[in-house]
């Protein structure tokens, strides 16, 4: 039981991840009308990050950890994700070389 | 018969081992009387005796030693050597003895075509077509090269890798080569005695344009297209094309291939009645004598007819375009609207790049999805067959299924991993504002001046997704990908409507969904209406594009003083659009920006149909108010919902977020052509340096090479001869192909769609489909092939098309009803339709071919079926 809670607060960690992520891309986003939208942009990574606070603190330490695992995995797969973006352009370019 | 040369008189049909497949055709048909142009054959022995001469043996032998990856290198070496060596003096003086008879019996100065003529080409399969060059325009002075060129050929890493491949001994091989003087021809073509598209023997099809025939040949200009019954020789079907170019009878050194033709002569028909019973006779006669199906070259110089070649037929079936095609493929139809002809190599090349295969694969130029990758996606327990046909029609006619609950974990694995690689977009994209993407102009405009960006590199910068800090440059194609929501949004709508308000009109989510402001393309309809209400303003404006054919209207309004006003907001219109263009995702396509006849012909229609788009619009807006207030009235009878309207609420929601949706991916697909038009304009310019260095010849062969021939030609490891007879082979292929439909499927077959259609075919002229668009329309057919040619469709015809894209839509205007060979519900036409309230079927097969303009038809776009009426006469043009 404990291993499926675990999974399930991974899970969590990764799904709010998501939302924080886009929420960090919002400075970059709205750039260029951002003396206009920067409440809406500081509010958007305020919610987001404040709620994985307020959930990473009830959680227990073991599923604490879990929890942070999930934010920290899924960072790491969204920035892994667009080196290989890349490589695959490369490799497509290879394929096309071998034909 | 040994080494000595050959006149073409004198070799026989037997004779392929010594004059290969070619000469022995050309000799046979001398023989027999056909008036072919005077020639000589350099033999297949003197092939053999020269590479002993130069002791070509080692070479050859050490061909085993090297894996297929290594042919490249062995083979350069090899050719080198041919090339670099010089003829026994015997053999080049018999050969430069035999071009001085044929010089002396013209009387004139010559130019022979070279052709390599294969012992083993053309038998059977003709497995070495393409392997094997030819030269054209050849002066003395050039024969000899051009000979050892030839016999070079033998040894490109093709056709040695096709000879290891089928057990060739490659010491075994030689070629003839047949020598034969190039008729100055006024007007060239080809024959085949056989439907080569439909494969029908009653018919004879001739294609023919202005010049020599390399034009066609090369598939450089549309020719002039005529269907003549074989029994009267009566003409079943004429199409004249718009013949811009021509191959000059003399090529001047340095010059281009291909010359403009006279405006003139562009549209006049190349063929009297007279020619095309002549070409007929003559095609006939060659069938007759070869005994099978003939595909003949001929010209004519002079009033005289001369036959160049006949060989025998290769009819495309689709038993052919899928020929060694393994695993079993759907095509993807949301993308067939653009791909309807397939794409050139280059393009698809590049294309290629963006997809992520195995799952989407490019095949012949046609887009696929392989159904092995989408079946193991999808969590349904059913046959391929079904499975086929979910992917084929999953978006009208879903067949029912079963889900496998071994798959469905997988499924759901499949889709978390989806989240987690989009996910951050769909959150980022979920309330972006309009303007988000305008900044893609800008980057574009960059991209296009940075000399830094190549082609592949626009791509990369401006069509994928690999910066992460990027938020305008990578994002356009994920918008695009993200907002597939839409559909997700429509299917919610439509349970909602159909859950709470019954027996409301068919296309009421559609409707509901109307009307959305901001939509690029629907501003661009807008804007090509605000010039052709300009254009009204002034007479002589009006005048011109009414009565000037749209390729010759822009030259005439700059010559006419009245017009500046009109112009510049041509030019403000071409600055917002010019990067559109008919079949966009093809990177040959010229833009609006370079050809501003489609937008000029757009307008023109405009003013010929007198209709005003605004009123259309207040309709619709009218018959969408009116079915809001119906499903209000409906909702009335639930609870609450007098008083708080949530259920109203909810749909307006939903609706309100399926729209912004399809604007976004409407919206997104705005930029990416223009992000195509960015890599157009690169390889343009790689296309004038290569021109300007000889690497290539004619405007638009750039097209036709494969991307890393490119990339060689570049470096330098790759001229002119290398690619020559690829880029000649590649645009015969691409314009057969382009005459054909794409199969459905590849390697399975779709399931028989129900009992209703079954029915329906039985009762005679009608043609299945799918329906895009719902409502029943009876009217006269208009056929149109190409709107910026044909664009007078009159109020109320209804349009048959092989396709459309964003440049038909001012035709919608005007029409009664839409039937489109390709397409689904989510394509252009059918989006383009039900936002004009009109019934549209689209993916009918051949439909261009079988409806001709002027009869009637019904088309009913509630069951996607259409019927043809008793014939009014008329043809298809």
């Known amino acids: ?63 604490r950890s879990s929890f942070l695992w999930g934010l920290a995995v899924y960072a790491v797969f969204y920035l892994l994700f667009y080196p290989a973006t890349k490589l695959m352009l490369k490799r497509n370019l290879k394929l096309l070389d071998r034909e | ?49 020269f590479f002993q001469h130069i002791a070509l043996g080692r070479e050859i032998e050490s061909i085993k030693d090297f894996s297929p990856d290594e042919y490249g290198q062995c083979c350069s070496s090899i050719r080198e050597i041919i090339e670099k060596a010089d003829l026994p003096s015997g053999l080049a003086e018999s050969i430069m003895a035999a071009h001085e008879e044929l010089v002396n019996r013209r009387g004139a100065e010559i130019v022979c075509a070279v052709r390599s003529s294969g012992t083993a080409e053309d038998l059977g399969e003709a497995s070495f077509a393409g ?24 040894w490109s890493p093709e056709a040695v890798s096709y000879r290891t491949t089928q057990g060739i001994d490659h010491s075994t091989v030689f070629m003839a080569v047949v020598v034969q003087e190039m008729i100055q021809s006024t007007i060239s073509g080809v024959t085949f005695t056989a439907n080569p598209v439909t494969g029908n023997r009653d018919e004879i099809v001739t294609e023919s344009s202005w010049g020599m025939g390399a034009a066609i040949v090369d598939g450089r200009v549309t020719p002039d297209h005529y269907v003549v019954e074989r029994e009267s020789l009566k003409i079943r079907e004429k199409r004249i094309a718009e013949k811009k170019f021509m191959v000059p009878a003399r090529l001047e050194e340095g010059g281009s291939r291909l010359l403009e033709v006279p405006h003139d002569m562009r549209r006049k028909e190349t063929l009297s009645p007279d020619m095309i019973r002549t070409v007929s006779q003559w095609a006939i006669k060659a069938e007759e004598h070869f005994g099978s199906a003939q595909d003949i070259e001929w010209a004519i110089a002079d009033g005289q007819f001369y036959m160049l070649q006949s060989r025998p037929i290769t009819v495309m079936g689709h038993e052919d375009v899928t020929k060694g095609v393994e695993g079993k493929y759907v095509i993807f139809k949301p993308l067939i609207e653009n791909f309807t002809d397939p794409l050139t190599p280059l393009t698809g090349d590049l294309m290629s790049l963006l997809f992520s295969p195995p799952v989407m694969q490019l095949i012949r130029g046609w887009a696929y999805l392989s159904l092995k990758h989408v079946k193991a996606i999808l969590p349904f327990k059913a046959s391929d067959e079904a499975f086929a046909s979910l992917i084929y029609g999953w978006d009208a006619h879903p067949p029912e299924m079963k889900i496998s609950p071994l798959k469905l974990p997988f499924t759901l694995i499949g889709l978390f991993l989806g989240y987690l690689m989009f996910g951050v977009l769909f959150a980022r994209t979920r309330r972006i504002p309009s303007d988000f993407m305008d900044r893609f102009r800008d980057l574009a405009g960059r991209v296009d001046k940075d000399p830094a960006y190549g082609p592949f590199e626009t791509l990369e910068r401006l069509a994928s997704w690999s910066r992460l800090l990027d938020p305008v440059g990578n994002q356009v194609l994920l918008v695009n990908f993200t907002a597939a929501r839409y559909i997700l949004g429509l299917g919610v709508l439509q349970k909602l409507v159909r859950r709470w308000a019954h027996d409301l009109r068919e296309d009421a989510e559609a409707l509901l969904c109307s009307g959305t402001e901001g939509v690029l393309s629907a501003e661009m309809g807008r804007g090509i209406w605000a010039l052709a209400k300009e254009a009204k303003k002034t007479l002589a404006v009006r005048e011109a594009l009414e009565k000037t054919k749209p390729e010759k209207v822009l030259a005439k309004l700059q010559s006419e003083p009245e017009a500046s006003e009109f112009l510049k907001k041509l030019d403000q219109f071409l600055a917002q659009n010019g990067h559109r263009a008919l079949k966009e995702l093809e990177l040959q396509s010229a833009r609006w920006e370079e050809n501003p006849s489609p937008v000029l012909g757009m307008i023109r229609n405009y003013l010929l149909v007198e209709s005003d788009p605004s009123q259309h619009e207040r309709k619709i807006d009218q018959t969408r108010q009116d079915l809001e207030e119906e499903i209000k009235q409906k909702l009335e009878k639930y609870p609450f919902e007098r008083l708080f309207r949530p259920r109203w609420r909810l749909i307006q929601y939903v609706a309100s977020r399926t729209k912004f949706f399809a604007k976004m991916r409407e919206n997104s697909r705005f930029y990416h052509i223009m992000a195509f038009y960015m890599v157009r304009k690169k390889i343009l310019r790689v296309e004038e340096e290569f021109i300007s260095q000889g690497k290539l010849r004619c405007k638009g062969d750039i097209f036709f090479l494969r991307w890393p021939e490119l990339v060689k030609m570049q470096a330098g490891d790759l001229e002119w001869l290398g690619v020559e007879d690829r880029i000649r082979d590649r645009r015969m292929e691409h314009i057969r192909l382009s005459k054909m439909v794409p199969p459905k499927t590849i390697g399975v077959k779709l399931l028989e769609r129900d009992e209703m259609e079954k029915e329906i075919k039985a009762v005679g002229d009608v043609l299945t489909g799918q329906s895009a668009s719902p409502g029943d329309y009876e009217g006269v057919a208009h056929v149109i092939l190409d709107p910026s040619i044909d664009i007078e469709l009159k109020p109320g015809e209804i349009l048959v098309a092989p396709y459309t894209d964003p440049a038909w839509t001012p035709l919608f205007l005007t029409a009664g009803a839409a039937v489109v060979e390709v397409g689904s519900y989510l394509s252009h036409a059918g989006t383009v339709a039900r936002e004009f309230g009109m019934p549209c079927v689209v993916d009918v097969p051949d439909c261009t071919a079988r409806i001709h303009s002027g009869v009637r038809l019904i088309v009913d776009g509630d069951r996607g079926f259409v019927r043809i009426l008793k014939g009014e006469g008329g043809e298809s043009e």
């Not at chain 1, 499926?4 to 990764?14: A, E, H, K, N, P």
């Not at chain 2, 392997?131 to 033998?154: G, N, P």
Request: a neutral charge; glycine letters at 12%.
């Open chain 1, 1 to 63: 039981m404990t291993g499926i809670v675990s999974m399930v607060v991974f899970l969590l960690g990764m799904c709010l991840a998501v939302q924080l992520v886009a929420s960090l891309h919002g400075p970059l986003d709205y750039s260029y009308t951002i003396k206009t939208k920067f409440p809406e942009v500081i509010l958007r990574i305020l919610i987001w990050g404040g709620l994985c606070v307020v959930l990473a603190i009830p959680f227990g330490d073991r599923y």
């Open chain 2, 1 to 49: 018969m040994g080494t000595e040369i050959l006149g073409l008189e004198d070799v026989r049909r037997g004779d392929i081992a010594i004059a290969g497949g070619k000469g022995a055709n050309l000799g046979e048909l001398i023989a027999k009387g056909f008036p072919v142009p005077p020639g000589f054959v350099v033999p297949a022995k003197a092939c053999e005796e």
């Open chain 2, 131 to 154: 392997q094997h060059e030819t030269y054209y325009y050849v002066k003395a002075d050039r024969l000899l090269q051009m000979i050892k060129h030839c016999w070079a050929s033998l």
